[in-house]
């Protein structure tokens, strides 16, 4: 992985994407999107995750996420296993028209590396980016919450059901228990202090 692109300080949020081997879209149905959200949760109540903003398209997820144990690494490794193993469950045993073809496209990916034995499922890395501003972190957040309106599956990012953009918009979504950022939106009718400068 290169330098820029390493968690060199895992107590510290990071913008990070997590993609499905081959950009297959395994998110298009509810019970593997739910298993995400479950495994989010747990993370949040039982693993010191702090997230703080979310997108889960239909085959990759981006996160503003931090380790309150200072371990990011290790906790993304362990969700990225955990949800691997589940979605992998419930693609053998639940109704599912593409099993065999997406099946047969996870051993192939695990068949080019050691790692796995049977299947792979997340790609290899998660391109993470340390959020070292307030406005870097908005930067990001403004992204992911804009990816669903960008592919034109909604007009306004608060309609997605599956990422943060509710939670900060209408107060609720469909995760909840995330470590909000502050709201950046600036009072315009009170003077800000290059107004009171200019006006002297």
Not at 66 to 72: F, H, K, P, T, V
Not at 100 to 108: C, I, T
Not at 179 to 186: I, Y
Request: proline share 4%.
């Amino acid at each position: 992985m290169p330098e820029g692109y390493s968690i060199r300080d895992a107590s510290k949020p990071h913008f990070v994407t997590l993609t499905v081997v081959d950009w297959i879209d395994v998110f298009t149905r509810k019970v593997y999107k739910d298993c995400i959200l479950d495994s989010l949760r747990f993370c949040m109540v039982n693993k010191g995750m702090l997230l703080y903003g979310y997108v889960l398209m239909s085959n990759h997820l981006h996160m503003v996420v931090q380790s309150e144990a200072g371990d990011l690494s290790g906790l993304l490794q362990d969700f990225k296993k955990f949800t691997a193993k589940t979605i992998l469950e419930k693609i053998q045993t639940v109704p599912e028209s593409r099993r065999e073809w997406m099946l047969e496209r996870f051993a192939r990916a695990a068949s080019t590396h050691s790692r796995n034995k049977t299947y792979q499922f997340w790609q290899y890395g998660n391109h993470p980016e340390e959020v070292y501003s307030e406005k870097f972190l908005w930067s990001k957040l403004d992204y992911l919450h804009l990816n669903p309106v960008r592919t034109g599956i909604v007009e306004r990012a608060g309609d997605y059901l599956y990422s943060s953009a509710g939670n900060y918009i209408h107060g609720k979504g469909v995760l909840e228990g995330l470590t909000l950022a502050a709201n950046p939106v600036v009072d315009v009718l009170r003077p800000s202090s290059l107004t009171r400068s200019l006006q002297q």
